[in-house]
């Protein structure tokens, strides 16, 4: 499988504060790679040290196999980028600007082009300082999604975007998906990115907390117990311990301790039972939530 982008071991201060702390992750040719996690984690952080315009403190970023940090216009040739927040030249319109920075990349201008200007309902007439911020994200997505690159990197995508053009924007990706490209996207909202994504990794104040396909951190995830039991004090230290009025108890429970937990409720006397997983939903606000960790044993 082929490497389009491996990050190793990535740390990045600004003073003294550590934005981030040794990240490190691969991206393989034809995967969309989903980025996820809260304000402030550090994804803007990841994406700008790839593309050089952020000077990493250590680690190394390897782009189809060679240092990304070493020739940052060789990098930028191979790469599309949408930053978060678009920022055009005023004074150009958003036709101008496309066929502007499809030149600087290198890239030829194909009907693909106008196809997608349509797709994205652009007026490209308009100058740049005239649009909104989801008109601006437009100028910039239809550019990139125009490009024939090896990698190409979304930043908060859809930010701007109204539901009818994130699903454009989704069914873009999947184009891309389909004809073998590589794409990285960032996300805070899991749903915005769950339909498009092969494998996805988890920031968390600058520490890559999972990285895995969505199904493999579904399967890792800790399962919820609902039991009715004669004896429920073996499990009052289990995670999330509760105890309904009806004497129902619920705990969760690590995959790996299932065995140990299922003998414990029989010693315990239990009359009914419910094991379920977590939705992916669940999974991810645990990483949103400050102070919970993400495995329970
Ligand atoms: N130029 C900078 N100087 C100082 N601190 C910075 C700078 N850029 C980012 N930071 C800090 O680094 C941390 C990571 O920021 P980053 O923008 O990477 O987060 P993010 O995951 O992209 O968040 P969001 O989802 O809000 O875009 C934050 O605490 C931020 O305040
Ligand atoms: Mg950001």
Known sequence: MTK??????????FGKFQALSDVSFTVNQGQVFGFLGPNGAGKTTTIRSVLGLLKRDSGTIKLMGEDATGNVLDTHRHIAYV????????????????DLLLRMGGHARTKRVDDLIKLFELDPRKKNRTYSKGNRQKV???????????????????????????RNFQDQILALKQAGKTVLLSSHILSEVEKVVDCVAVIRQGQIVEVGSLTDLQEHAALRINAQVQDWTPFQDYPKFHQELNGEISFTVARALLPKTMTALVTAGVTDLKVTPPTLEDLFMQYYDTGAVAHES
């Open 4 to 13: 389009v982008l491996e990050i190793s071991h990535l740390n990045k201060t």
């Open 140 to 166: 910039a997505l239809i550019a990139a999604f125009s490009a024939n690159v090896d990698l190409y990197i979304f930043d908060e995508p859809t930010s701007g975007l109204d539901p009818l053009q994130a």
């Open 83 to 98: 930053p978060g927040d678009v920022y055009l030249w005023p004074n150009l319109t958003g036709g101008e600007t496309i």
